[in-house]
């Protein structure tokens, strides 16, 4: 993992909201952005539920760690996940130039959707198998 990316976690685990818990997004995006053939199938699957929870559900980053929690009640049933080869231009370097603050909260979401957009080749197999796990 980059620097930036680390200095970014610092920051998001020192944000004033502890209720929200965007530090969560971050994680999720960075490691579905960051995939490869070495990625544990699980960490991509979680990553881009985390995704589309935050983007399409408004989940808070407390809320995607609870749900995360449920779908590990059920590990057998993850949909395969193809990487696409671009996965969102913008990176934890460009989150690191926004002011800390409401600015900077809105680039991270604006990363989150980039990467979510990406694997929109996946995007109703991730929907299904939240919709089988979450209750």
């Known amino acids: 993992m980059s620097e930036q990316y680390h200095e970014l976690s610092l920051c998001t685990l020192a944000h004033p909201d502890k209720f ?5 997004h971050i994680v999720d995006a960075q490691t579905a952005q ?3 053939a070495n990625t544990k199938p699980i960490a991509i699957v979680y990553a881009l539920a985390g995704l589309y929870l935050m983007i399409e559900k408004n989940y808070t980053g407390r809320q995607v760690q609870q ?7 059920n590990k057998k049933n993850l949909p395969s996940i193809s990487l ?3 996965r969102g231009e913008i990176t934890a ?15 991270i979401k604006g990363w989150c959707l980039s990467v979510w957009d990406a694997y929109e080749n996946v ?5 299904t198998y939240c919709d089988e796990n979450l209750k």
Do not use: C, M, N, V
């Open 67 to 73: 749900a995360h929690l449920q779908l590990s009640k």
């Open 34 to 36: 960051t995939a490869d």
């Open 84 to 86: 696409p080869e671009k």
């Open 93 to 107: 370097q460009e989150i690191l130039k926004a002011p800390p603050g409401p600015q900077r909260d809105a680039a």
């Open 20 to 24: 929200y818990f965007i530090h969560q």
């Open 123 to 127: 995007r109703d197999a991730i929907i």
